[in-house]
Nanobody
């Protein structure tokens, strides 16, 4: 059993910053990709950013230059620093991790979601 626990969401004004964090715990042999997805009301869940175990990162176009993803492999954590936030960034943000939980067996796990609201 693997759990992902998120923290750091909240209400912020346009142009402000927030930092999301996610910690994985449980039986973990290895974690491959870790990332953040978001889902706004009435929209499909979309990938925001992803970081591979070796450090390579991907970002959706709308957040490039504003968001920065990082991870600590020793602590099984991933963070998302969000700067210059816009109202269109408002969504529930979900942490995702591709976890090897036993030899050669992997599964995608999700956090419970954390609300980010950008509004004046």
């Amino acid at each position: 059993q693997v759990q992902l626990v998120e923290s750091g969401g909240g209400l912020v004004q346009p142009g402000g910053s927030l930092r999301l964090s996610c910690a994985a715990s449980g039986i973990i042999f290895n974690i491959y990709n870790m990332g953040w997805y978001r889902q706004a009301p009435g929209k499909q869940r979309e990938l925001v950013s992803r970081i591979r175990s070796g450090g390579r990162t991907d970002y959706t176009d709308s957040v490039k230059g504003r968001f920065t993803i990082s991870r600590d492999n020793a602590k099984n954590t991933v963070s998302l620093q969000m700067n210059s936030l816009k109202p269109e960034d408002t969504a529930v943000y979900y942490c995702n991790a591709n976890v090897e939980y036993s030899s050669s067996n992997t599964l995608d796990y999700w956090g419970q979601g954390t609300q980010v609201t950008v509004s004046s």
